[in-house]
């Protein structure tokens, strides 16, 4: 009883307490001191790791002479279609590795649970470690994977770094291999999501088996199928770790992506602005990923 007289006799604390929740009117005295305390520092940190870095890329690589070099390489050329079936091959790949891996591990079996700890043990390993090592077991003279195939079936595995296609479907394998797993579980959460009554229903028409997944589990998981492949995207589209530490962009830089690309260019070429027009070159494909991805999310939200 007291606390509410308390509120009562203090007509403006309703509408601080309206205004803490919905933010319909101004700070005044010391919140507007906190607030700004709270907020100065994050505005200092993002204007100096992603303001400026962006700002001062933007501005190394606005020159439209870098484009006209870029585009006269062959290396850039071959780069380009290299990094189109990398980012189709491995973001198509491994999400739908995903959806069906967590078909498979949404059953309620303790060793099922079991073998999903060791399923995910690639996504939780540290990236650079586990390509360093797939680097060093193809190698093609003393590498692990050539020795066990000599010692087991007496014959001399390929060479599987100094040929081009072999070497960059190698590349997608490792890359599929590590961040399946992370995909497996977020389709597994959206599979868990959905409700029991629905596949109760659907048993009661007639949706059994693979007309279950079909007219059910499918149209349900479709919105965060296509978002995980957009975001999946993205993110393949600025991987360097992969090609960088398995292929180191060989045979005769024949596997390249644009990202490892564009490090090469700044930083072995020495020609910093090459190298950001090497990697801003990639805009026109990301841009339009980005806001796909953001209009959906919105409306997701919207329908919620």
């Not at 507007?32 to 992603?50: D, H, I, K, N, R």
């Not at 073998?115 to 190698?139: C, E, G, R």
């Not at 962009?249 to 090459?274: C, D, E, K, W, Y």
């Not at 950001?276 to 796909?292: D, E, F, N, Q, W």
Request: charged share 10%.
């Amino acid at each position: 009883m007291s606390s509410s007289s308390d509120v009562r006799r203090q007509p403006g604390a309703s509408r601080r307490v309206a205004a803490a929740i919905f933010g319909s009117s101004g700070l005044q005295g010391s919140d507007t001191t906190w607030a700004v305390a709270f907020l100065v520092p994050y505005l200092l940190v993002f204007l100096l790791f992603v303001v400026y870095p962006v700002a001062y890329g933007l501005w190394l690589g606005h020159r439209p002479l870098l484009y006209a070099e870029l585009f006269s390489d062959p290396i850039y050329l071959n780069t380009v279609v290299n990094t189109l079936l990398y980012v189709a091959i491995g973001t198509n790949l491994r999400v739908f590795l995903g959806l069906l891996f967590s078909g498979y591990f949404i059953q309620n079996s303790r060793w099922i649970k079991a073998l999903m700890l060791i399923f995910v043990l690639p996504w939780a390993a540290p990236a650079v470690p586990s390509f360093i090592s797939i680097h060093w077991l193809l190698n093609g003279e003393w590498g692990l994977l050539n020795n066990l195939l000599w010692t087991l079936f007496g014959i001399n595995g390929p060479f599987w770094l100094t040929s081009h296609w072999l070497t960059f479907a190698t590349a997608i394998t490792a890359y599929v291999w590590k961040w399946t797993p992370f995909w497996t579980v977020i389709l597994l959460a959206g599979r868990t999501a959905i409700p029991q009554d629905v596949y109760e229903a659907a048993a009661v028409d007639g949706a059994v088996g693979i007309q279950r997944f079909i007219y059910v589990t499918f149209p349900m998981l479709a919105n965060l199928y296509l978002v995980c492949t957009l975001l999946s995207a993205i993110w393949t589209l600025g991987d360097f770790n992969t090609i960088y530490f398995i292929t180191g962009g060989g045979p005769a830089l024949s596997t390249h992506v644009l990202a490892t690309l564009g490090i090469r260019n700044a930083f072995q070429v020495a020609n910093p602005p090459l190298g950001m027009a090497t990697v801003m070159s990639a805009l026109p494909l990301l841009i339009p990923m980005v806001i796909v991805l953001m209009r959906m999310i919105s409306r997701s939200q919207v329908e919620q």
